[in-house]
T-cell receptor
Framework: GAGVSQTPSNKVTEKGKYVELRCDPI?????LYWYRQSLGQGPEFLIY????????DSGLPNDRFFAVRPEGSVSTLKIQRTERGDSAVYLC?????????????FGPGTRLTVL | SQQGEEDPQALSIQEGENATMNCSYK?????LQWYRQNSGRGLVHLIL?????REKHSGRLRVTLDTSKKSSSLLITASRAADTASYFC????????????FGKGTMLLVSP
């Protein structure tokens, strides 16, 4: 079946604008994760969903960042009042269950550029 | 914060040679995983080794884990130009949930 998909693949916005990034996980995967990867760094955890609820949002950098997963499938990461420091690749991953030995399948990412 | 630290940061070898990358981490883990990333985009899972395992093989990949030293190594044997990518180790939080903490990665260049 299809893998994890993310849209858009690239997003360029101006400082202060609002953006939404979308993630379509693999069908049937209950766990969904958002990571952010800056240039030359490894991915950093942002938030994790189990079903519709955010089970751990400790990685969100501040209250400008918010994510939802209303029906337990597609998730949207929302960033308000974007800043240049938000520029990064935003990666989404899903796994069958949120158990530590479950493989996480990653999407291709959305490259966000804030001018 | 990033728990894993890979070394070297960059590695350049010729096709046919072996490539060894190392990862160190700080806290107790349930398992350690290695991922590969091409062109700064999506990551591909390579191999998972549990904390009670010492060595694991998958094709040309060999992973070792030393929990007493909090370190792991990834060996790619008989490398190919197509192995050129960044390689990351990732550890879980020891909470039972699978949020991952990644290192900064090793950039591997395999020249034909």
């Amino acid at each position: 079946g299809a893998g994890v998909s993310q849209t858009p693949s690239n997003k360029v916005t101006e400082k202060g604008k609002y953006v939404e990034l979308r993630c379509d996980p693999i069908s049937g995967h209950t766990a969904l994760y958002w990571y952010r990867q800056s240039l030359g760094q490894g991915p950093e955890f942002l938030i994790y969903f189990q079903g519709t609820g955010a089970a751990d949002d400790s990685g969100l950098p501040n209250d400008r960042f918010f994510a939802v997963r209303p029906e337990g499938s597609v998730s949207t990461l929302k960033i308000q009042r974007t800043e240049r420091g938000d520029s990064a690749v935003y990666l989404c991953a899903s796994s069958l269950q949120p158990i530590s030995y479950n493989e996480q399948f990653f999407g291709p990412g959305t490259r966000l550029t804030v001018l | 914060s990033q728990q894993g630290e890979e070394d070297p940061q960059a590695l350049s070898i010729q096709e046919g040679e072996n490539a060894t990358m190392n990862c160190s981490y700080k806290t107790s883990i349930n398992n350690l995983q290695w991922y590969r990333q091409n062109s700064g985009r999506g990551l591909v899972h390579l191999i998972l080794i549990r904390s009670n395992e010492r060595e694991k093989h998958s094709g040309r990949l060999r992973v070792t884990l030393d929990t007493s030293k909090k370190s792991s190594s990834l060996l790619i044997t008989a490398s190919r130009a197509a192995d050129t990518a960044s390689y990351f180790c990732a550890t879980d939080s020891n909470s039972g949930y699978s949020t991952l903490t990644f290192g900064k990665g090793t950039m591997l260049l395999v020249s034909p």
